[in-house]
């Protein structure tokens, strides 16, 4: 396999045409080596339009929605990051390019390891991954720039919207399969977001993620 051709392939065929056009977000793809992230297993599905397994039950997001999750949370390079599920750590290193450092957990040991022996390998020190449930929020270091949850939640804590400096964004994707949505939350002032609905997806659920009160009969 050709993987430049491949990496070349994807932004091209998948990531472009789902509209993410941002020059800087296209570059990052090309600079951060996806396939260094993926079970050596997967190696050779780095660049196919799929969700990639990782052990634990617990999936690897597509390019497009990787992509497509950079370019909507604008991110600068002062900005403090929350990523909630570190997975392969593939999106840690991407948000770790573009922000100042990125606070990273995950409830899988397994992951927070590999990922860390990963970012190493590839040169990026500004992360701190840690292990722990962030469900329902991870305010110990903080108020937030950005915050990333990797998983779907049902119902979205209200922890992270107040975890958010005032300009602070999230991505969020919240629903039930198969009618999720992604959503973009901006803390416009002390207590005050504004959410846009970006698209429809269906993703991972979060462990342990805040279920909603559902009626018995």
């Not at 799929?50 to 999750?69: N, T, V, Y």
């Not at 991407?94 to 927070?112: N, R």
Request: charged share 20%; aromatic share 6%.
């Amino acid at each position: 396999m050709n993987i430049e051709q491949a990496r070349f392939n994807m932004i091209e065929q998948q990531i472009r045409p789902w509209d993410v056009l941002n020059q800087q977000v296209l570059d990052l793809l090309t600079k951060i080596k996806r396939e260094d992230f993926v079970p050596q297993t997967y190696r050779t599905l780095a660049f196919v339009d799929m969700e990639i397994p990782l052990g634990h039950s617990e999936l690897m997001m597509s390019p497009k929605l990787e992509a497509r999750i950079l370019q909507e949370l604008a991110i600068k390079k002062s900005d403090i990051i929350l990523e909630v599920g570190t997975g392969s750590g593939y999106l840690t290193a991407l948000l770790a390019e573009l922000g100042q450092h990125v606070h990273s957990v995950d409830i899988v040991p397994e992951f927070k390891t590999q990922a860390s022996a990963k970012l190493q390998a590839n040169g990026i020190r500004n992360t701190s991954l840690e292990v722990g449930d962030a469900s329902k929020g991870w305010s110990r270091h903080g108020k937030y720039d950005v915050i990333v949850i990797t998983g779907s939640t049902p119902v979205l804590p209200e922890a992270f919207m107040q975890d958010l400096k005032v300009g602070g964004r999230l991505f969020v994707v919240t629903g039930d399969a198969p009618a999720m949505t992604a959503q973009l939350i901006t803390c416009v002032a002390d207590g005050a977001y504004n959410t846009v609905t970006l698209f429809e997806t269906c993703i991972q659920l979060l462990k342990n993620a805040v279920q909603p009160e559902r009626f018995v009969f």
